[in-house]
């Protein structure tokens, strides 16, 4: 009888992605700038990657790298086990990647784009109806298909992105924020699109973000802050490792932006968020509840709440950038006055034609108030603000900014008001001193006086050190600290922020936060709009809209109770904006049908 035979072995299954010491340079002008530096790393197969971190860490570049598109200066990337730098073209044959601007057509339909895209992917003709069918079915494109993909909304263009690039299946999909500038129904709806990839086709996915709030609907993360790897690992480990350590603050009588300072400058806090009339406390390592007592703050109370994966990415940035605290920022004088509507808000309809982008609203902000403009892509919030700024007319109603008619004097009501648009929108090829010098003389600053508050700026926003650099190659927070400081140039009573935040870092954002905060209890007026839905909790009052109405009005906490139920007894902002458009989606349906 022979002897048994052993077993075979298992035939050892690549890593998906494996870094090792991977470095980037880049040559800016006179500078070298170092984008990645020493990035070592590895990802399973078949599982979601967040590759996590602000505008500026280093996500877009080592994408590009993994794909083929930029050279290595030093290290390795090996795609299940094949070496990037020496077979690239069989590495792009693994692979499928959507960059952040994917290039559909806008001049043509959403099946014409499919068509190019299956071409230029060399997919065979027979081969396509079965795949498009798949596709557009998981997308939820269908209806759409004889759409021009310029008329899509912001969500929709995503999607059919993604549906371009998976015409042909890769076994590693890279995704460079696919989510950025959409909604939050939007946002979920790609992320149950990645999830059947993974789940149902067995893909391997390594998606970029900066929504530190999605990292927690990955498999595993890599955490990158400027170019260098500061955490890897499952997300449920970075959130346990803040066990024990966050609270909600609340003390009878102080508002709750009075009570965030207070605890933001308070030895032992790490950081302080508002939440609805609350403030969100994590404390340091070791620091002891009743050690916690903010300087003038009576009667505070401290109940434990559970961590999130945006406390320990914080926790991680605070400990490599040294910054504990935040300082409380010196806002501007604003114009005093008695408690009173600075933005009235009366019937406001815009048409474009036949289409009602703003359908017959109404609304009216206090002074000294921060008031938040919510809504799904293509909900008019755009053209809203737009008519408020006086920068596109009305078709009907009436609508007033600090006392102006914007009818009749919409010009006066412009230098009255500040306005921070979305994307760096100053002069990149001025320096930072230009740009002041500029915007203080268009808000028709002149003299001692514009010398003034050119000096205040550089001062207030700690931009002395780069006032000779060139403006598109600062450091995206200090792009943002530069934006803002030119819309307070001539101290305006209201101010208009258009996803002011979008890319930026946690830190970056606790910082813009705290100056707005500063700026409305000064009594500045204050209207944003955003797709961060944590950032609603900065409102004191906010509308959420859809289709040119307004669905629900009131404070987060109000529109968190609303949303309350059996199976969501504790709902966030974005469990509220989901469920309001969920049930508009509903509603119209029914109308339809």
Request: aromatic letters at 6%; glycine letters at 10%; charged letters at 20%.
């Amino acid at each position: 009888m022979p002897p048994p035979t052993e077993a075979a072995p298992k035939a050892l299954v690549p890593k998906a992605l494996v870094l090792e010491g991977v470095t980037r340079r880049f040559r800016v002008a006179k500078r070298v700038v170092t984008a990645l530096e020493g990035v070592s790393a590895q990802t399973a197969p078949g599982l979601v990657t967040g590759l996590i971190g602000p505008d500026g860490a280093g996500k877009t570049t080592l994408m590009r790298l993994i794909a083929g598109l930029l050279r290595l200066d030093d290290g390795k990337i090996s795609v299940f086990g094949t070496d990037v730098r020496a077979e690239p073209l069989k590495v792009q044959g693994m692979i499928s990647y959507m960059p952040q601007r994917f290039g559909l057509y806008e001049d043509l339909t959403v099946q014409e784009n499919l068509d190019l895209y299956a071409d230029l992917q060399g997919v065979p003709v027979a081969a396509r109806p079965g795949r498009y069918a798949e596709l557009l079915h998981m997308t939820g494109m269908q209806p759409f298909t004889t759409r021009l993909a310029g008329r899509l909304s912001g969500g929709m263009k995503q999607k059919l992105g993604l549906a371009c690039t998976l015409i042909r299946p890769p076994r590693l999909l890279l995704l460079d924020e696919p989510t950025v500038g959409v909604d939050p129904v939007s946002r979920r709806e790609l992320w149950q699109i990645v999830d059947h990839l993974v789940r149902g086709a067995g893909m391997s996915v390594l998606l970029s973000t900066a929504y530190l709030d999605e990292a927690e609907r990955c498999d595993e993360v890599l955490l990158l802050h400027e170019g260098q790897l500061i955490g890897a690992g499952k997300p449920g480990d970075f959130t346990q490792a803040m066990a024990g350590r966050s609270f909600l603050a609340r003390a009878d009588g102080t508002p709750k932006r009075v009570l965030q300072t207070a605890l933001s400058s308070t030895p032992g806090v790490m950081d302080a968020l508002i939440q609805g009339e609350a403030v969100r406390l994590v404390l340091d390592t070791g620091a002891a509840t009743e050690a916690i007592k903010p300087p003038g703050i009576t009667g505070l109370t401290l109940g434990p709440i559970a961590p999130r994966f945006e406390d320990r990415f914080v926790d991680l940035l605070r400990a490599k950038t040294g910054i504990q605290a935040l300082a409380t920022p010196t806002p501007p004088a604003a114009m005093s006055a008695p408690q009173q509507a600075v933005i009235e808000v009366d019937h406001l309809t815009k048409r474009f034609g036949a289409f009602a982008a703003v359908d017959d609203i109404s609304f009216t902000v206090q002074r000294g108030e921060i008031f938040g403009l919510l809504g799904a892509n293509g909900a008019g919030k755009s053209t809203t603000f737009r008519m408020l700024c006086g920068l596109l007319p009305a078709t009907s109603g009436r609508l007033s900014v600090d006392g102006f008619d914007l009818r009749t004097a919409a010009a006066t009501a412009r230098g009255r008001l500040g306005y921070m648009a979305q994307k760096f929108s100053l002069y990149g090829d001025l320096s930072v001193i230009q740009n002041l010098r500029f915007f203080a003389s268009a808000y028709g600053l002149r003299g001692a006086r514009r010398a003034q508050r050119i000096t205040w700026a550089l001062s207030e926003f700690e931009l002395g050190d780069y006032a000779d650099a060139t403006s598109r190659d600062l450091p995206l927070g200090f792009k943002q600290r530069m934006a803002l400081a030119c819309a307070l140039m001539h101290e305006p009573g209201v101010l208009f922020l258009d996803e002011p935040t979008s890319g930026v870092d946690p830190l970056a954002r606790r910082e813009f936060w705290r100056r707005i905060n500063a700026l409305a209890d000064q009594g500045v007026t204050v209207l944003v709009t955003t797709h961060f839905m944590d950032e609603a909790e900065y409102c004191d009052h906010l509308v959420i809209m859809a289709q040119g109405r307004i669905l629900a009005a009131g404070t987060s906490e109000d529109l968190k109770n609303a949303a309350r139920t059996a199976e969501l007894p504790a709902p966030t902002m974005e469990d509220a904006f989901v469920a309001l458009i969920a049930a508009n989606g509903a509603q119209q349906s029914g109308q339809a049908a």
